[in-house]
């Protein structure tokens, strides 16, 4: 036990004394906030300019009717007159001695309204088709007698709805928010110890002195040192993010919670978060460990690294149908496949798709895997710990249980 300490308090102080360690950490969160900053000041500039060109505004406009609905005195105010001569009109629109013609269908109902208009730029030309529809819209509701009539047309109602699970009041969208917090953890931490996972195995191969370190600590007992020490180092990068969004969250969640809900804690969600989160990443680890024990280089490692990231992250991409349609083969196939688990289980245990059941199956499944992988992770660098230059192979891993199950000559 002295050993492993030894070896993850040496990975992890190396780790975090280096300046680099503390720029990389602490710079994507600065530029974050900056970033976040200089968009929400442009927004801000930008909002009223952007809304208002692609509002309705009085245009000079020919316009046919064939509805029936549009009033001329509603067309005339926003700078419309009827067309004596659409073709004529459509060609000056085209000539740009015109700004804009409308040709208002039989049927504006099943039918869209014509609009030909003078180009103003790309988010300025939504203006014409709101013009043509506040048109129609304003026409319409003269012909209303009922001022409530014409206000429900112009904006209709809101809707409170309540819902209701086992006689409680069923909690809103923030209920997801807590335990979704895990797959936001869990996708950081993988991230963040990819690389460091692959590269603390392999600059030992490279440096050509694990021989030396074996004979004073067991293969096993320098890769659990090395993946806790990496995971501790982890944990200090997420820690710098999590703080400001966690101060991010108390600030934005009280604001919006009158629109989608009260901020509703589940323990068993959270619980079952926790550990979906703790197996998952050690899944993950043990694999970008596997991936390091068995070539020799950084270089070689690369492609190994992308396809073993995008094995755990890949269902992030199917998570909005494994969501909606938890009891289809496909979210089966991503809950229960070992390196989609993690992801997509943390997924559904958030909006709450993922029975007591298939929750506990999930857990044990990737501490199950976690385990088999960190173990095959030790035996490919016990073995391959003295193979410079070569990666390791399929067929030399059957080697090496063949030799060990050959029986020893006396």
Not at 52 to 67: E, I, L, N, R
Not at 102 to 122: C, H, M, N, Q, Y
Not at 171 to 178: A, T
Not at 352 to 361: F, H, K, P, R
Request: with cysteine; glycine share 8%.
């Amino acid at each position: 036990m002295s050993r492993l300490g030894t070896v993850v308090r040496f990975e992890f102080v190396r780790a975090v004394k280096k300046p680099a360690f503390w720029i990389g950490t602490l710079a994507l969160p600065l530029v974050v906030v900056v970033v976040s900053l200089l968009v929400g000041i442009g927004q801000a500039a930008g909002t009223d300019s952007a809304v208002s060109s692609g509002s309705a505004t009085k245009t000079p406009f020919h316009y046919v009717d064939h509805s029936g609905l549009v009033s001329e005195t509603v067309a005339a105010k926003w700078g419309g007159s009827p067309s004596d001569d659409p073709a004529g009109d459509r060609a000056a629109v085209r000539s740009g001695h015109l700004d804009a013609f409308i040709e208002f269908p039989a049927k504006p109902s099943s039918t869209p309204v014509t609009v030909l208009g003078a180009d103003r730029g790309l988010f300025a030309n939504n203006g014409y088709g709101a013009l043509a529809s506040r048109v129609l819209e304003q026409s319409v509701a003269a012909q209303v007698d009922d001022a409530e009539a014409v206000h429900i047309l112009r904006s209709p109602p809101d809707a409170d709805v309540t819902t209701y699970a086992d006689g409680h009041v069923a909690p809103g969208w923030l209920s997801v928010v807590p335990p979704l917090l895990y797959v936001a953890a869990f996708f950081g931490l993988v991230i963040l110890l990819a690389s460091r996972m692959v590269t603390v195995v392999v600059e030992e191969k490279e440096n050509r002195i694990s021989e030396m370190i074996l004979t004073t600590v067991t293969a096993g007992t320098l890769i659990r040192g090395k993946v806790l020490a990496m995971l501790l180092v982890g944990l200090v990068q997420v820690g710098v993010f999590l703080v400001p969004g966690l101060l991010s969250l108390a600030v934005v969640l009280p604001l919006v919670a009158g629109r989608v809900g009260t901020l509703a804690v589940d323990p068993w969600r959270m619980v079952a978060g926790a550990l979906l989160l703790v197996g998952g990443v050690l899944l993950a680890s043990a694999l970008f460990v596997a991936v390091g024990a068995s070539v020799p280089t950084i270089k070689d490692a690369s492609t190994l690294q992308s396809a073993a990231l995008f094995a755990v992250i890949i269902p992030l991409y199917a998570a909005f149908f494994v969501t909606t349609t938890p009891s289809s083969p496909v979210a089966a196939f991503f809950t229960y496949f070992p390196t989609f688990t993690p992801v997509t289980a943390m997924v559904r245990n958030a909006v709450g798709s993922l029975s007591v059941v298939e929750t506990v199956v999930c857990i044990v499944e990737v501490f199950v895997v976690a385990t088999v992988l960190l173990w095959f992770a030790e035996y490919l660098f016990r073995h391959s710990v003295a193979q410079y230059g070569t990666k390791v192979s399929l067929r030399q891993i059957a080697g090496w249980r063949r030799s060990r199950a050959m029986p020893r000559s006396r």
